[in-house]
């Protein structure tokens, strides 16, 4: 397989080419023009980051992005599915306000806000794909029903992946709740009974009628009729239904790459990741530690697997900051050339995920850094 095209600015700085036109020149010089945007509807796949997270993509940069997009002819809107867990963005109405908050909305994104999978994260649409893991990965509503895909992704450390970038933000987070059901266990779900209320809420919309009350009035989950949709976890509000247990580290990354596939197959697509805060853990947490490297510059590609890959080469080759994690973990040493992600999360497999997307075609490990 040849290889792929992903380009490269560093965060320098002049009165003439501050950090939003060298964006616009990035993803520009890249190619975006290529694709025909004329009366397209545009999901430009974010991260609004979780409250009390202050390490995602400032939204001036999403309001950069949707400037061009409306000059181009396009209907963008920002989108994301919501969580899993409990959390601000764990519903559309908590997401939709996480999301104004940290300064996604239309006046400083210059662009609206739309939340992918609906308000309890049930809907979605299954896209047929047949991959070794997912057979049809469900991927929120306005994601599958967009025209046309973008992906502004913050390239970062994750506790399960090893990195989060392109793949991790279009795979995971264009899931439906009941599709992150599937990318996160291997198994089917399960009633914590302390937490369970007795509501009904799970036996009544359960579609294959899989759940009743028992004599104590808890949930009961009769295990020959579930099919492991995770309706049940995305509808109960008490934490009594809760994912089965969790799947392995490069299980996980594979899945990922085959939802990512699934998300932009058939479609014209394109990513931008920003090695900005480079911090350990993912933002949906509600708190960001200290960056583990210096911020290194935005990064633009057809090609999710090669933009991701050549992030990856950066980070790995960058020294520590002083004061990170890492620094601490390891004083006085730079740690250039030295996998990061792996000293950070040892039981993480970043690689599985992209040699699992190489191979099934979303694209190629085998890059050319071209640098404005």
């Avoid at 397989?1 to 380009?7: G, I, L, T």
């Avoid at 700085?13 to 964006?23: E, F, G, Q, R």
């Avoid at 490297?293 to 697997?305: C, E, K, R, T």
């Avoid at 004083?331 to 950070?344: I, N, Q, R, T």
Wanted: hydrophobic share 40%; net charge negative.
């Amino acid at each position: 397989m040849e290889s792929s095209e992903v380009y490269f600015t560093n965060l320098h700085t002049t009165p003439s080419a501050n950090l939003l036109v060298k964006m616009e020149r990035l993803i520009r010089r890249a190619g975006i023009e290529k694709i025909d945007f004329n009366n397209q509807y545009v999901a430009v796949k974010i991260h609004f980051g979780e409250p009390g997270n202050l390490a995602f993509i400032r939204p001036n940069y999403a309001a950069g992005l949707a400037t061009l997009l409306f000059k181009l002819g396009a209907k963008p809107f920002l989108t994301d599915s919501n969580t899993l867990y409990s959390g601000g963005r764990s519903n559309a109405v908590d997401h939709l306000q996480s999301a104004m908050e940290n300064g996604f909305n239309p006046i400083s994104a210059k662009c609206n806000v739309i939340i992918a999978d609906g308000v309890k994260g049930t809907s979605h649409r299954e896209v047929p794909l047949d991959g070794t893991y997912c057979k049809a990965p469900k991927i929120g509503a306005a994601i599958a029903d967009a025209d046309i895909v973008i992906s502004m992704n913050h390239f970062k450390g994750h506790e399960q992946s090893g990195f989060g970038g392109a793949l991790k933000n279009l795979g995971m987070g264009s899931a439906s709740v009941a599709g992150k059901l599937e990318l996160h266990s291997s198994s089917q779900p399960v009633v914590d009974r302390e937490s369970c209320t007795g509501c009904s809420v799970c036996v009544k919309y359960c579609a294959h009628g899989a759940i009743c009350l028992d004599d104590h009035r808890k949930a009961f989950i009769e295990y020959g009729r579930c099919v492991g949709c995770g309706q049940c976890v995305a509808l109960c509000q008490y934490d009594g239904a809760v994912m089965g247990e969790g799947d392995t580290s490069e299980r996980l990354n594979c899945k990922i790459a085959e939802y990512a596939k699934a998300v932009v197959q058939g479609k014209p697509h394109f990513h931008v990741n920003f090695i900005m805060n480079v911090s350990p853990e993912c933002d949906c947490w509600n708190h960001n530690d200290t960056a583990i490297v210096p911020d290194l510059g935005i990064l633009a590609s057809f090609d999710p697997v090669a933009l991701d890959q050549a992030c990856a080469d950066l980070v790995i080759q960058a020294p520590v900051l002083n004061g990170s994690k890492l620094a601490e973990k390891y004083p006085g040493v730079s740690l250039e050339g030295v996998d990061k992600f792996h000293l950070m999360h040892p039981d993480t497999h970043w690689e599985a995920g992209l040699d699992h997307a190489e191979k099934i075609g979303l694209g190629t490990r085998k890059y050319k850094l071209s640098t404005l």
